[in-house]
């Protein structure tokens, strides 16, 4: 016991921490000192293992901590304690039947009585067993329980009132050992009641045998009677473990069968929740495809870290191996580019919290009205909003749907300026043309579109109205005159053939290769309204798409962000739709109200004592003790009420507690994965990593301990009966070793294993093996009934009679020990004690001993033994011929060795149920934890993992960061290569898509830690430093993001080199453009959320790629004299920004080699 003292002054309060770990187990009390300055202490207390999860204290009473957990599992259970009564009440139906057989057969003295006694017995069994079957039976079990065991202890005791009785001492003692391990077993009663009856059953026993032999002194000699109290005790003990383990085995069923309902049950709410994060990401039918390649790539061990597989052989020079990419190609698809007009005026006096919320309150809207609408959401950039329709799911009326949805959209701005006393409008732009669906990249991606009418429709939007819908011809083909238009002017249209040319490059003096394009122009037109023609039901919406149009239809969404309070910025979201002039969107994401889903704990962690009650972050971190553990008690049992629930929701049949799926006849599960997995579960399962008995480790140690006692009572019983002999005393040496080398090695598997498998794995592997340990139990199983049987020999059968008698004790007892060892095949058991039977019954009978090896009655030996030869006797010859008939020793031996096959196989179903419901619970837990990480996963898909446990809390999300770095990366010659003529420009998309992935993959490295990927737009790639606050506190340099970004744009510059030198003809122009200063960071949305970043720093950076120079990283100068001494730059001039006007920049030359600060490691705070 470790004690820690502490002179702090705090309110009086206990703590307690629980410490798990593979070799201990302990509690932790920590006091915090009074305020009268009472010292604290720390003191850990070593326990030893409890019983089961969730067991109370009682090693006398298994069971649960909790009575509701109790009471459930005892009406689970019922059945199988109904049935097992039953196979009892027929066990001594078939026992009376075949002892009447008996009596009428052999017709001694008194066999009318004992055949009538035997018939009684009989009928009062069948009548038993039909009151088990009626409803009272449950109510009065342990009654019935007590009464029939009390008419099968005096039926068996009846015997002892006849002087000359029909039954052998031998054959009262098997009956006795039979009716003992039923009160354990089979007969429904508690452990401490079974303790009593069967106590006083065997002193009741012992009692009326000695007042029987009162004149036989030799009977009541020390070493006998010491002798048959080991051997009762032996019995008690083999029962009480059964007993115990039992028990304990149910509990532990049960509980696991409660973690599975609980893991099913969560299973569904993960299986919810990553459904709708993966429609905020994506459609079904291409989520479907996602989920696939990634658990392909988690199972495929031929992968190469960046995506790419492996593939055999050396690469030819200039060959690139392509991930897998999934790329659809759709005609008849319409597309809606949607852009708020105004909105940089009405941002530019609003706080980063009172914008967010605007946007949250807007885009709730759109995103509510696009699912009305029958549209599909694409993406949202800065304030402009896109989706299509009639992709990835194509409909016939994709056109109609979006032009509903742009009308929508103008009917809600009209109501959000009407709510917010703002004065915005929309601008709506719809094209219809083919596009090409899919995902690029392999982190933050979004399911998006490309395609040259993408393009067009964002060309409709910014050539449209504010107010009206702009839709090209191509659209209103398919509109039928539903709509009354007007014409609007033409515009250009980009679908034309390219013709590949070779082009000279003076500068390079080599050819490349170059579209020459033809241009055509498209008529426009705007939506002017609705042709309404009466009885025809096309003239109305598709979908309940103008739920917006009429403000008191629908109460309006109000804003829902809740932010720390922040000083206004100056944010433009409006300038980050210049990069909609010529690229496509980023992807809208998931719903905000399921992120703070998990109402329950999840897979409950059943502690294995009521202190682990108490987790961290339940209670406060000092409490008073009463106070908390009345709290804690609370709690515990709406949790157990919840598993009870789930229980009872999952589990239709009771059976399955109980009777696992499993071969009748050889036991084995019918899932040979299940049953490879059993047998090899010992030590390498991962079912049982609870320290608790009903771990296989434990119960393997309890049973060799118990197996030892066992062994160890009979070889006393034995030393003090029969003559010492050589053979006897080396039988002993040899299998005492071999006792205790076995309790070793399983000992070792419990206190030690972890050391034991560094140093011995081999070994381990050998022993815990299925067959290997079935050959040592049933080695160590038939130890006790070796040391009986060396015994054995001709000079016993000159003993008196009390030796032999004592002799078939033993044997029973020993052959009683194979009901040890659960964990062993019930067939492999049950047959070595049939052989051990099947010896004594043929040695009983062989005639083996010369005559003169004792001195006997010849009249005794021929009227007894029943050989013809009066010069040899059986070896265990029975000199009382009244007392002993070798039929009746033989029907001993067959009823006890029936009692010990049934009580084997019970057992093993019993244990093949505990592991079955621990493999179901593990199962759905691994099924669980899986959806839970591929949720997860996708939530940080869609937001920053450090920014989602905030999300996952409050659904909103809002904060400032000052100092934080921004990059846009164009492939500015992008376009140039993009062709539609070959599959629709597909295969231009499958390059695209591995030169972002080369981007992702520089992420992974340590020094781009602080680098977080915000999204791609096309072929522009933006990444951000320093959102990550708590990162940027382990950084030593205070510009250590900063350092790091600059450091990511030059790689992604290699990226593109190395590019371009694995591609014959391709030469991609990467432009970068570099930024740092305050940004605001968010999650808008309220049905799909999206986590961006706004304001001037963002934009100037979007300015520096797009003014930049070809292949170089274009800085402000403000940035350039921050970055100085870790980068030399080369001043460039003064270029004119947008919103900002002359600008002086500079271009990044390189590293400075003399600079470390930003090589620095980082340390904790």
């Known amino acids: 016991m470790a004690i820690t003292e502490d002179t702090n002054t705090h309110n009086s309060a206990v703590q307690f921490k629980v410490s798990k770990d593979t070799e201990t187990e302990g509690v932790e009390l ?64 078939i026992a009376c039947i075949a002892w009447i057989i008996f009596f009428t057969s052999m017709q001694e003295e008194h066999w009318k009585q004992f055949t009538a006694g035997s018939g009684a017995l009989f009928v009062i069994v069948v009548l038993i067993t039909l009151f088990t079957k009626t409803r009272f ?60 009856v069967g106590i006083t059953f065997s002193v009741g026993y012992e009692t009326v045998l000695n007042v029987h032999k009162v004149k036989d002194n030799v009977w009541n000699s020390y070493e006998i009677i010491i002798a048959k109290i080991l051997l009762h005790l032996c019995i008690h003990l083999i029962g009480i473990h059964i007993f115990t383990m039992s028990q304990v085995r149910r509990r532990s069923t049960f509980w696991k069968i409660g973690q599975s309902a609980i893991a099913r049950r969560d299973l569904q709410i993960e299986k919810q929740l990553k459904e709708k994060m993966i429609h905020s990401l994506m459609p079904p039918s291409v989520a479907a495809d996602v989920m696939r390649s990634r658990e392909d790539k988690d199972d495929n061990s031929d992968e190469l870290a960046d995506g790419r597989k492996k593939r055999k052989g050396k690469r030819d020079k200039g060959e690139i191996i392509f991930r897998p990419f999934n790329m659809n ?45 029958g549209c599909e959401k694409i993406s949202t950039l800065g304030d402009c909003y896109y989706c299509v329709c009639g992709c990835p799911e194509q409909r ?325 009966l029969f003559d010492r002999r050589l053979l006897w005393i080396l039988v002993f040496v040899v299998t005492l070793i071999i006792e205790l080398l076995n309790l070793v090695n399983v ?44 015994n054995l020999s001709c000079e016993l059968i000159g003993k008196s009679s009390h030796h032999i008698v004592l002799f078939f004790y033993c044997v029973f007892v020993a052959l009683l020990h194979f009901c040890n060892f659960t964990m062993l095949s019930s067939w492999i058991k049950t047959c070595i004690a049939t052989i051990g039977g099947m010896c004594l019954i043929v040695i009983s009978n062989v005639t083996v001993c010369p005559l003169d090896s004792a001195d006997f009655n010849n009249n005794t030996i021929s009227n007894s033994s029943g050989t013809n030869d009066p010069n040899y006797v059986p ?55 899986e959806n839970k990480d591929q949720a997860d996963w996708l939530l940080h898909n869609i937001i920053p993992e450090h920014v989602s446990e905030l999300v996952k809390k409050t659904s909103k999300y809002s904060k400032n960061h000052k100092d934080c770095g921004v990059i846009f990366a164009t492939l500015v010659n992008f376009n140039e290569f993009y062709d539609e003529s070959y599959e629709g420009g597909r295969e231009y998309l499958r390059v695209l898509n591995e030169l972002i992935s080369d981007y ?27 959102l990550n606050e708590q990162n940027r506190m382990k950084n030593k340099h205070p510009y250590a993001h900063l350092h790091a970004l600059l450091n990511f744009a030059m790689e992604l510059q290699k990226a593109v080199n190395r590019f371009n030198e694995s591609i014959f003809n391709f030469e991609f122009i990467l432009n970068v453009g570099f930024n740092f200063g305050e940004v605001t960071a968010g999650v808008i949305g309220t049905t799909k959320l999206l986590y961006d970043i706004w304001g001037d720093t963002v934009n100037i950076a979007s300015r520096m790629y797009s003014t930049g120079v070809a292949n170089r990283i274009q800085v402000p100068e403000a940035a350039a004299n921050l970055l100085s001494d870790a980068f030399e730059f080369e001043y460039r001039g003064e270029i004119f920004v947008k919103g900002k006007g002359q600008m002086r920049t500079y271009l990044v030359v390189k590293n400075r080699e003399d600079f470390t600060g930003w090589k620095k490691k980082r340390e904790s705070f």
Request: aromatic share 12%; charged share 25%.
């Open 1000 to 1026: 992702e993959v520089l992420l992974d490295r340590d020094e781009f830690q602080d680098v977080e990927k915000i999204k791609t737009i096309c072929s522009t790639f933006m990444a951000a430093s320093g």
């Open 329 to 373: 190609k759709m005609s008849n698809v319409s597309i809606l580019f949607a852009d708020i007009v105004g909105f940089t005026k009405m941002s530019s006096n609003k706080t980063a919290e009172h914008l967010v919320g605007l946007l949250n309150d807007l885009f709730g809207r759109f995103d509510k009205l696009c699912t009305q609408s």
């Open 875 to 929: 070896l265990l010859y029975y000199n009382t011929p009244k007392h002993f008939n070798n039929y009746e020793m033989i029907l001993d031996v067959m009823i006890l060795l029936f009692l010990i096959f049934f009580i084997n196989r019970e057992f093993e179903i019993s244990y093949r149920s505990s592991y079955h419901g621990s493999a179901q619970a593990e199962h759905d837990k691994r099924t669980m934890q």
């Open 30 to 93: 920590t006091t915090s000192p009074s305020k009268t300055g009472n010292k604290s202490a720390n003191i850990y207390i070593r326990r030893r293992p409890a019983l089961f999860e969730r067991a109370s204290k009682s090693w006398w009473d298994p069971k649960f901590d909790s009575k509701i957990l109790e009471d459930h599992l005892w009406k689970s259970y019922f059945p199988q304690t109904r049935r097992r009564f039953q196979y009892t009440l027929i066990f001594v139906a």
């Open 747 to 790: 000992a070792s598997d419990v206190f030690c294993r972890v050391r034991k498998k560094q140093r011995c794995d081999s070994m381990m592997r050998v022993t815990s093996g299925w067959y290997f340990r079935n050959f040592l139990g049933s080695l160590i199983a038939a130890l006790p009934a070796v040391v009986v049987f060396s």
């Open 137 to 196: 039976y449950e109510r009065f079990y342990l009654l019935t329980s007590i009464v029939f065991t009390l008419i099968i202890s005096g039926v068996l005791l009846t015997p002892f009132a006849f002087h000359d009785r029909n039954l052998s001492t031998v054959a009262t003692f098997a009956g006795s050992i039979e009716v003992l391990l039923l009160i354990y077993t089979f007969i429904p009663m508690p452990l401490f009641a079974a303790v009593i």
């Open 396 to 720: 016939e009326d994709h056109a109609r749907c979006c032009v509903e949805m742009g009308l929508g959209m103008i009917k809600a701005i009209k109501e959000f300026d009407y709510e917010n006393n703002e004065s915005v409008n929309m601008r709506v732009g719809v094209h219809t043309g083919t596009v090409l669906c899919g995902i690029v990249g392999t982190r933050r991606f979004k399911f998006d579109v490309w395609s040259n009418d993408v393009t067009l429709a964002n060309i409709m939007e910014s050539t449209g109205q504010p107010g009206m819908v702009h839709i090209s011809d191509p659209t209103y083909r398919f509109l039928k005159d539903e709509y009354e238009v007007s014409s609007g002017e033409d515009v250009e249209d980009i679908n034309t053939n390219k013709v590949l040319i070779e082009h000279y490059d003076l500068a390079k003096s080599s050819f490349t290769i170059r579209h020459k394009e033809e241009q055509n122009l498209i008529k426009t037109y705007f939506i002017i309204g609705r042709n309404k023609k009466p009885g025809d039901p096309s003239s109305s919406p598709p979908t309940n798409s103008n739920s917006y149009m009429n403000p008191e239809d629908e109460t309006t969404t109000k804003p829902d962000v809740s932010v720390e309070h922040l000083n206004p910025v100056d944010i433009n979201l409006s300038e980050s739709n210049a990069l909609m002039e010529t690229e496509n969107g980023a992807n809208g994401v998931t719903p905000a109200a399921l992120l703070g889903r998990r109402h329950s704990s999840g897979f409950y962690a059943g502690s294995t004592t009521s202190l682990d009650l108490i987790k961290e972050g339940d209670v406060e971190s000092q409490v008073p003790i009463d106070a908390a553990w009345k709290k804690q008690r609370e709690k515990r049992d709406k949790d157990d009420q919840q598993i009870i629930k789930c229980i009872e929701e999952d589990v239709s049949n009771d059976k399955f507690f109980y009777e696992p799926n499993i071969n009748k006849l050889t036991l084995s599960f019918r899932d040979r994965n299940l049953e490879s997995d059993f047998r090899n579960h010992y030590l390498e399962s991962e079912l049982f990593k609870e320290e608790t008995v009903a771990s296989p480790r434990y119960i393997a140690l309890l049973e060799v301990i118990f197996s030892l006692l066992v062994y160890m009572f009979i070889t006393v019983c034995c030393w003090a």
